[in-house]
C-alpha cells in the first residue's frame, strides 16, 4: 500500500535534503486509475465547478484536479489561465499524492524546497499553491486538487479542511459515475444472455415446424400454418442474433470467462485489495475453512462480488471489529459466508437491500460514501453464475450475515 506521510508546512518548507518517493504497491495505484476509467482520458466539465470552488474559497486565480500517472500528471479540470509541466518526477503533484491531508506553500518564490524542480511559467508566476489528496475507497493516492495564486497567502485551517472536503467529492463522483456504468453494462449482459437461451428453443421450433410441413401426407392447411410458424421462428432467431452480436461489439463478449478457480484464492486476493481500507478502520478479516476450493467461473467478477460485499461489511461495522468469512461446501456447491459486527438490518431493509438505489434505515459507520449498486450488482453477478445470493440480521446493531452460494460446476 502506498505509505501516507503527512507532511506539516513547517516540515516542508524546512526540508534541506532531497524526498524520495517510495511507494509499496504503485501497480495497485495504477491499477485503480485504469479502474476508474480516466487514465488518458480528456478534461471534464464536471469537475470545472469543483476548480471553480476551490478557487473561490481561497480566493485564488487557478485551481486544477490532477490524477498522477506512471510517469505523467492527467489534469481533468484546470481552471484559470496557467500552463503546466505534464511530467510527473519531482512535481508538487507528486507531493500532493504523498499526503493523506491537505497540504500548502505559502511562498514558493522564497521558500522552494530543493526536492521540487519547477517549470517555466510556473516558477514565475506561481507564488502560493495548496492541495489535497484524492484517495479512492480502498486507499489509494490518486491525484489532488489544488489552488494557486500569484501572491503569498496564508491560508486558515479552516480553507485546508474544506479543500479536504472538496477532494472527497471528486472521488464520490468517480465512484458513482463508474458505479453506474457497470451496473448497465451487467444489465446488458443479463439480456444477452437471455437472449442465449431463448435461441436454443425457438430454433428448434423453426427446425421442427419446417420438417412438420415436409411431412408425407400433410394436407395444405397443415402445411401452410407450418410454413408460418418456420417463418416466424425464424425471424424471431434472426433478430436475436442481431441483439447478440451488438452486445459483442459493445462488450467484446457477453459470455462468462469462466475457468477452473480457487475460491480461497479469490478471497485472499479480496483481502488484499482492501487492506488499506480494513486498516483505516482497525478492522481484522478473518478466513476460516481456508482448504483449496475449486470452482468454474469468471475470475473478475466474482472477486468484484466478494469485494462489494466485504466492503460492504467494511462500511457498516465499527472500528476494532472483526468480519468473518467461513467458506464449505455442501452438496456439491461451494457457500461462503460473510458475517460482521456491524449496524444490522431491519426486517424491511432485508427484503430491498440488492435492489438498485435501495433506501435503507442503515448507515455507514464513518461516513464512507456509497452509491447503494455494490450489493445490486453483486447479486446481477451471483445471478450470472447461477448461483443464490441472501442475507440475514437480527435486527439493528447485532451485525448482518451475506449468504454466496455458487454451483461447483
Known amino acids: 500500500m502506498i505509505p501516507l506521510i503527512l507532511f506539516t508546512r513547517q ?75 505534464k511530467k510527473r518526477e519531482n512535481s508538487l503533484f507528486e507531493l500532493a499524492i504523498q499526503s493523506q491531508h491537505s497540504i500548502s506553500f505559502e511562498n514558493l518564490q522564497n521558500q522552494k524546497p530543493e526536492f521540487i524542480t519547477l517549470e517555466p511559467p510556473f516558477l514565475k508566476e506561481i507564488a502560493f499553491f495548496a492541495s489535497a489528496p484524492i484517495i479512492s475507497s ?17 491560508p486558515t485551517a479552516l480553507q485546508l479542511k474544506m479543500l479536504d472536503k472538496l477532494a472527497a467529492l ?46 408425407p401426407g400433410t394436407n395444405d392447411k397443415i402445411s401452410l400454418v407450418a ?25 467484446g463478449s457477453f459470455k462468462l470467462r469462466k475457468t477452473k478457480l480457487d475460491l480461497v484464492d479469490i478471497l485472499k486476493q479480496v483481502n488484499q485489495d482492501l ?26 467478477k466474482l472477486i468484484e462480488v466478494f469485494k462489494n460485499l466485504i466492503d460492504n461489511a467494511i462500511k457498516f461495522s465499527p472500528i476494532d471489529t472483526k468480519i468473518e468469512v467461513y467458506a464449505y461446501t455442501v452438496d456439491n456447491k461451494i457457500a461462503v459466508e460473510i458475517k460482521d459486527k456491524g449496524v444490522g438490518l431491519s426486517a424491511e431493509d432485508l427484503t430491498k437491500i440488492f435492489t438498485k438505489f435501495a433506501h ?16 445490486a450488482t453483486a447479486k446481477m453477478l451471483i445471478d450470472m453464475h447461477h448461483g443464490l445470493l441472501s442475507a440475514s440480521s437480527e435486527g439493528k446493531n447485532k451485525g448482518t450475515t451475506f449468504y454466496v452460494e455458487l454451483p461447483v460446476k
Open 11 to 85: 516540515s516542508m518548507l524546512g526540508h534541506n535534503s532531497p524526498l524520495k518517493f517510495i511507494n509499496d504497491n504503485e501497480d495497485g495505484r495504477l491499477q485503480n486509475l485504469e479502474y476508474y476509467e480516466i487514465l488518458d482520458s480528456q478534461p471534464e466539465n464536471q469537475f470545472d465547478v469543483i476548480s471553480e470552488i476551490a478557487a473561490g474559497i481561497f480566493e485564488c486565480s487557478f485551481a486544477t484536479i490532477t490524477f498522477v500517472g506512471k510517469e505523467n500528471l492527467l489534469f481533468k479540470s484546470n481552471y484559470g489561465d496557467l500552463s503546466f509541466d
Open 138 to 154: 480502498n486507499g489509494y493516492v490518486l491525484g489532488s486538487i489544488a489552488v494557486m495564486d500569484k501572491a503569498a497567502k496564508n
Open 170 to 215: 471528486v472521488i464520490d463522483k468517480l465512484e458513482n459515475r463508474i458505479a453506474v456504468r457497470n451496473i448497465l453494462r451487467l444489465n446488458d449482459d443479463r439480456l444477452n444472455l437471455l437472449v442465449h437461451d431463448l435461441k436454443n428453443p425457438v430454433t428448434t421450433i423453426s427446425l421442427q415446424s419446417e420438417l412438420l410441413g415436409r411431412l
Open 227 to 251: 410454413n408460418k410458424i418456420h417463418n416466424q421462428s425464424k425471424n424471431i432467431v434472426d433478430r436475436l442474433n442481431h441483439i447478440l452480436s451488438s452486445g459483442v461489439r459493445v462488450n
Open 275 to 300: 487492506s488499506s481500507a480494513l486498516k483505516n478502520k482497525n478492522q481484522t478479516l478473518f478466513i476460516k475453512n481456508a482448504d483449496s476450493m475449486e470452482i468454474y467461473g469468471d475470475e473478475q
Open 360 to 375: 435503507i434505515d442503515s448507515f455507514p459507520t464513518h461516513n464512507e460514501n456509497t452509491n447503494k449498486l455494490g450489493l
